[in-house]
């Protein structure tokens, strides 16, 4: 049975188990072997990112023709109306194309950690919460998609994918999760078979 690990990654830490240029990696949260991340999460990003074992588990995640609809909560500078929400459910028109429809609305100001270095924010000029759901994954794209409207994106967590949230996981700690296996298939590359783990959901933390 593969295994899923459902991870918080904290600000500033990448999508990855080593870096050249001695920066936060998973490998400081994650003592698991032989699993990789299921798709990526932006190095100044922060919330869920989906790491497995198992080579089909990994493609069915990352493979667009699924549309894994993905959900985070974006905060940008500025008081964008509901009408300027309504744009990115529409579709913005970006460098490589016109986004797909989106779900989009203005939400309060989610209850969660403090963001250490916290963002920079200007004097006099209010801050707005919108969650946002999409099923692309271009680059950086929520943040794009809020400055094409106006809003500059100051914070973005990654609340959701598919069915798997950040519920209950405070910024670098993991769950694991065991998961039904997907059929292999030619497009797909096996990862290397583990021992099968408890059919349980366990948090972890990091260590200090």
Sequence with gaps: MPQLILFNKPFNVL???????????????????DVYAAGRLDYDSEGLLLLTDHGALQHQITDPKHKLAKTYWAQVEGEPSESDVKLLEKGVNLKDGITAPAKAKIIPEPHIWNRTPPIRERKNINTTWISLTITEGRNRQVRRMTAAIGFPTLRLIRYSIGSWTIDNLEPGSFSEVSVNAPKETKNTNQARKRPQQRNSTKQRKYKK
Excluded: W
Aim: overall charge negative; cysteine-free.
């Design 15 to 33: 999508s990855q188990f080593t870096d050249n240029d001695n920066r936060r990696t998973l490998a400081e949260f994650i003592d698991i072997e």
